[in-house]
Nanobody, 127 residues
Framework: QVELVESGGGLVQAGGSLGLACTAS?????????MGWFRQTPGKAREFVAT????????DYADSVKGRFSISRNHAEKTVYLQMNSLKPEDTAVYYC???????????????????WGQGTQVTVSS
């Protein structure tokens, strides 16, 4: 069992930066899991944002955030981070972190491949 708690959301102006953190707790070794960030706006399906594999050797990003967002992780702190730069109003959403057991060489980008989810944190970008 893994519990994930996101933090760092808030309100920021367009062009600004914001950092999110997701801390894991529970008896499971989170280092065995690939970690991902997704986001969702009202009335829309949750969409993939970024993912990082268990040993931080591979990352992947949605085209809409490439070059602006950066995912990283710290095993000792059991935390995965999402640094968001050059934010746009369309980045406004509830951001969720998720954990998927590391089974493949590439970390997953599909929502249904993730087993554990956090409660989400709101990010609002004003124009």
């Amino acid at each position: 069992q893994v519990e994930l708690v996101e933090s760092g959301g808030g309100l920021v102006q367009a062009g600004g930066s914001l950092g999110l953190a997701c801390t894991a707790s529970g008896p499971t070794f989170i280092s065995n899991y690939d970690m991902g960030w997704f986001r969702q706006t009202p009335g829309k399906a949750r969409e993939f944002v970024a993912t990082i594999n268990w040993n931080a050797g591979k990352t992947d990003y949605a085209d809409s955030v490439k070059g602006r967002f950066s995912i990283s992780r710290n095993h000792a702190e059991k935390t995965v981070y999402l640094q968001m730069n050059s934010l746009k109003p369309e980045d406004t959403a509830v951001y969720y972190c998720a954990a998927a057991l590391a089974l493949n060489s590439h970390p997953p980008i599909r929502e249904n491949e993730y087993r554990y989810w956090g409660q989400g944190t709101q990010v609002t970008v004003s124009s």
